[in-house]
């Protein structure tokens, strides 16, 4: 697709399919596309095989649906606002979630090996742990390796002796390569092309190693006004198969230069992930009971959005109260 699509938040989720490998831009609880978790939760979503640098918000909140089949990532929480994974774990307990541990290296390797088109990563990270013990192959014991799924690679990983410089065992890990990148973008400009406001984490890896990309953007502009700075942008509109834009799309995670991370109520919504229970009661006051992200902003209210606007020098919020020694 020579330039990406224009379309809705209803539209991009409906793209999604059950089953599909998916993988998210942003880190932990910063610029996670949370308005299009949101629509594809409402839609129904289901078997959903996610790969991640880390989890966060956006997982837990799928994950609680039900939506997940397989995860495959290094962490997952809320940072300060909730450190355990409460819907994943309970996942996994119940075994309705096939969790795949790796450490962040490994993951970042798998991504990296896809976005350069490769078969695999060369690392030596984490060699000598237990996360390298085959009792640990979830997806094999599962019998997921058997080749019938062209996502998911036969071995976990497998181990080469280096044949240049004779420098012993070298670990080899296997290409990622999603059906789809699910992206938060800053801005994004009217040809597809991309910029991140502050630390662009593995995101361009992500946009590269995926077969589709869609861009939920917190604002589309000329991409002339892109261009002046383009070593500010991460990928071009060539790389963007559809692109939404939707203001505040990251709520209740932080988008950097626009708005903070909303604390108080990923607190709220951990507190209530601690029982399945308690997620219904969430899912339904906060997903089902809007129709919409236009209902739920509504919903949230223009004082607390306004209190979690940056301040356009500094970045950040200089309205909200934080926490002092």
Known sequence: MAQPKRISLQEAAGLIQNGDFITFSGFTIWRRPMALVY?????????LHLFEVNGGTHTEVLAGAGSVKIWESCWVGHELYGKLGESIAAGQIDKSIIVEDYSHAHVVARLLAGAY???????ACAMGTDILNPEYDMLKKAGLRDGSNPKIPTQKYTVAQDPFFGKGDILLMPAANPNWALVYASMAGDDGTLRMNAQTYTDAEAIKAADKVIVVAEEIVPASYLRSEPKMNIASGYEVDYIVEQPWAAHPTGSQGYYDTDGAFIK??????KTKAGYDQWAEEWIFGVKDHAEYLEKLGVTKLESLRANSALGYSTRIKRGTR
């Open 39 to 47: 629509e594809m939760i409402r839609q129904g979503k289901k078997d």
């Open 117 to 123: 088109g490769l078969p695999f990563m060369p690392t």
């Open 268 to 273: 709220k919504f951990y507190a209530a992930s």
